[in-house]
């Protein structure tokens, strides 16, 4: 699995959502790997191996999987994980499976539906199903830009794709391909049973502008897991990450000296 590193202390690994890789969490890097041995993840499909072969499986399942994997060999002891969108999905399942490789997880705007007890199976709309298949139609028919386009803004805000940096545009671009794949592997439903199962401490952080779906499974991650704090980077929306970065990046190194 390819990885960037930088700094010395307790492991914190991140993992990236949709569009994005390693280098996605570069303002993380920068301003945490003073205190913490911070490593950041390319999972399987994604730059810089975006070119491996079409036979291996792109699923949510196998991702977590594969953290663990990643962290027996990397030989570094349990880590501090950070999962923003699909990733923060990612984190919380390998969190879930894996409880011996984590000592504490922060899910930010966790991406995937929420199943609300007693209610209909949950499942993403049908307005929203349509826009991805939209999208990844202009991606596979080569109109690259529209497709990113369409999703990203859903995701985040009308207007952010054409004010995002050159940087996050040239990733987002590099991982383009992943998205039809990702349309077929939908994430799985929260349920409050599953959070039964995560036994660290969790911070949960949203964006003050996030969608309202992140919003809400925020909020009920709040009242399901058994050891759960909530922070809101005020101003910032999907990516809040990159938009406040000194804010997103004190939360999680309050959280994690808070329960050291």
């Known amino acids: 699995m390819p990885y960037v590193a930088r700094g010395e202390g307790p492991l914190l690994l991140f993992v990236h959502g949709s569009l994005c890789d390693y280098r996605y969490w570069q303002p993380q890097l920068d301003g945490l790997s003073a205190r913490y041995r911070c490593v950041s993840v390319s999972l399987t499909h994604y730059w810089p191996l975006a070119r491996i072969a079409a036979d291996v499986p792109f699923s949510w399942s196998r991702h977590a999987d594969e953290l663990a994997d990643f962290l027996t060999r990397l030989n570094e002891g349990p880590a501090h994980v950070v999962g923003h969108s699909r990733g923060g999905c990612v984190a919380y399942h390998f969190a879930r499976r894996h409880a011996q490789h984590v000592r504490t997880l922060t899910l930010a705007d966790p991406g995937g539906p929420l199943q609300i007890p007693?209610?209909?199976?949950?499942?993403?709309?049908?307005?929203?199903?349509?826009?991805?298949?939209?999208?990844?139609?202009?991606?596979?028919?080569?109109?690259?830009?529209?497709?990113?386009?369409?999703?990203?803004?859903?995701?985040?805000?009308?207007?952010?794709?054409?004010?995002?940096?050159?940087?996050?545009?040239?990733?987002?671009?590099?991982?383009?391909?992943?998205l039809p794949r990702q349309f077929l592997d939908p994430l799985p439903a929260y349920l409050a049973e599953d959070a039964a199962e995560v036994r660290c401490p969790v911070l949960l952080i949203d964006g003050?502008?996030?969608?309202?779906?992140?919003?809400?499974?925020?909020?009920?991650?709040?009242?399901?897991?058994?050891?759960?704090?909530?922070?809101?980077?005020?101003?910032?929306?999907?990516?809040?990450?990159?938009?406040h970065p000194s804010a997103f990046n004190r939360f999680v190194d309050e959280f994690i000296r808070s329960v050291a």
């Open 208 to 243: 003050e502008k996030s969608p309202l779906m992140f919003k809400r499974t925020v909020a009920a991650l709040e009242a399901w897991l058994a050891d759960a704090r909530r922070q809101t980077v005020r101003g910032a929306s999907h990516g809040m990450n990159l938009a």
């Open 118 to 178: 007693g209610r209909p199976q949950a499942q993403m709309p049908e307005t929203v199903n349509a826009l991805r298949a939209r999208a990844a139609q202009l991606i596979e028919s080569g109109e690259i830009d529209a497709g990113l386009q369409l999703f990203v803004d859903s995701v985040s805000r009308p207007g952010f794709w054409e004010k995002s940096t050159t940087a996050f545009r040239t990733m987002a671009t590099d991982n383009a391909g992943t």
